[in-house]
């Protein structure tokens, strides 16, 4: 049985977390999840959605989407194309991206790609959700 | 004294061209800085995934997602990708050149090439000269993963519909700050993944799948195609920036030794007309005195 629990939070751009954590909880495609220390090895693909860990007793929480968690027994590894912690949200841009993409839903053309501009709402949404949850 | 007054603005003319070329290869110097950054930054996020990739490979019958089919090649796309800007070297040239002779080669197989032109200077280069689908221009500026999963975007869904059999990818390939090489990767089919990789048993966990292992592989297939495609836009920002230093620093170089040799002609001009005058003068006064 593993001790603790380690974190890593790996995007394109940088290691966005890494760290020891009490409880990780990662939005599986097949839905939400926990993790605790000494969890059964599982691989689970991860789209659009909010991570959140608690450390501390203090919880914190990402804005993640496309990706994978990894999980072992001492060790959680969540690589997606992007993560961005709730107080690093640009809230500003996440309406505007909303309502570009609403726009789009609503009067849908030619050469608008309709499956983009739902995952663009969808990332939009969530955004805004954790964000403003704090 | 004209020819004077001509090299000393001659030498004024390429003091200021040094000042220009001086700060480039500082902007570049500091932008290549950043590219660099972003590589290593890239480097655990790709490994990591190969691992993942390698280890579901081996579970599932890979061969059956749509992105490793291999078809008798009658179509194939060349996607090629160059920098925006130029006065950087021979970067974009070589990298041109070289997918030239890639063209020809395939066209020389009886195989229909269309090219997907990534980047200002290819794509004004092979305007006029090939078919061109999908360009992409003036995006090195500023550029995310979004970018790469924007161009897999246009990549993906007509090699799914069996519109071509076969992608390849040039770019130049970073090996450091003076050395970059144009190379060329087949996209699609994807090459076999994890087949000859020999998987330490200590490190081979039995993972819990969800989904299943076959619609996981689905889902990170194309995240693999993003990585080899925005892998190839860091290399060649890297590559472009650190060709343009180079670049730079001769031109620097250059300016500075044509000022030097200027300025040695331009005092040997004023010292032979400081001269001449005297002569002026000293014959004036001669033949004064001897009036």
Not at chain 1, 25 to 37: A, D, N, Q, S
Not at chain 2, 41 to 59: D, G, I, Q, T, W
Not at chain 2, 254 to 267: A, G, R
């Amino acid at each position: 049985m593993a001790d603790e629990l380690t974190l890593e939070i790996v995007t394109p751009e940088q290691m966005a977390f890494r760290g020891v954590v009490e409880e990780v909880t990662i939005p599986g495609t097949e839905g939400e999840f926990g993790v605790l220390k000494g969890h059964a090895p599982l691989l689970s693909s991860v789209d659009i959605g909010e991570l959140s860990f608690i450390r501390n007793h203090e919880k914190t929480r990402y804005a993640v989407h496309t990706g994978y968690a990894e999980v072992s027994s001492s060790k959680v590894t969540v690589l997606v194309e992007s993560a961005e912690r709730s107080d690093m949200i640009d809230l500003e841009r996440a309406k505007r991206a909303r309502q570009r993409a609403e726009e789009r839903l609503r009067l849908p053309k030619a050469d608008v790609d309709i499956e983009r501009a739902r995952l663009a709402l969808m990332r939009a949404i969530t955004r805004m959700n954790v964000a403003t949850k704090g | 004294m004209a020819a004077l007054k001509d090299i000393k603005r001659k030498i004024t003319a390429v003091q200021k061209t040094r000042q220009i070329t001086r700060a480039m290869n500082m902007v570049a110097a500091s932008k290549f800085k950043a590219a660099q950054t972003r590589m290593e930054n890239f480097r655990p996020y790709a490994v990591k995934f190969m691992e993942v990739l390698n280890s579901l490979a081996l579970r599932v019958d890979a061969e059956a997602h749509p992105l490793l089919a291999v078809r008798e090649p009658k179509r194939i796309r060349i996607l090629c990708m160059t920098s925006d800007r130029g006065l950087c070297g021979g970067f974009n040239n070589n990298l041109i050149k070289a997918t030239e002779r890639f063209i020809r080669e395939k066209q020389g197989q009886g195989l229909e090439v269309s090219l997907i032109p990534i980047g200002r200077k290819g794509r004004d280069f092979f305007r006029k000269k090939a078919t061109l689908i999908n360009a992409r221009a003036d995006i090195f500026g500023k550029f995310d993963m979004n970018l790469a999963v924007q161009i897999s975007g246009d990549l993906i869904p007509p090699f799914v519909a069996e519109e071509y059999d076969e992608l390849y990818l040039l770019y130049n390939e970073f090996i450091n700050v003076a050395v970059h090489r144009p190379t060329v990767v087949r996209l699609f089919p994807l090459p076999s993944i994890g087949r000859k990789e020999e998987l330490d048993p200590g490190k081979r966990l039995d993972y819990i799948y969800e989904p299943s292992a076959d619609a996981l592989l689905a889902k990170l297939l194309p995240m693999y195609v993003h990585i080899l495609i925005f892998r190839a836009l860091v290399e060649t920002s890297a590559g472009e920036n650190g060709a343009r230093m180079a670049a730079m620093d001769n031109a620097t170089r250059n300016c500075e030794d044509m000022i030097q040799s200027l300025t040695l002609k331009y005092n040997k001009v004023r010292q032979s007309a400081i001269t001449a005058e005297l002569m002026d003068i000293v014959g004036g006064t001669e033949a004064l005195a001897k009036g």
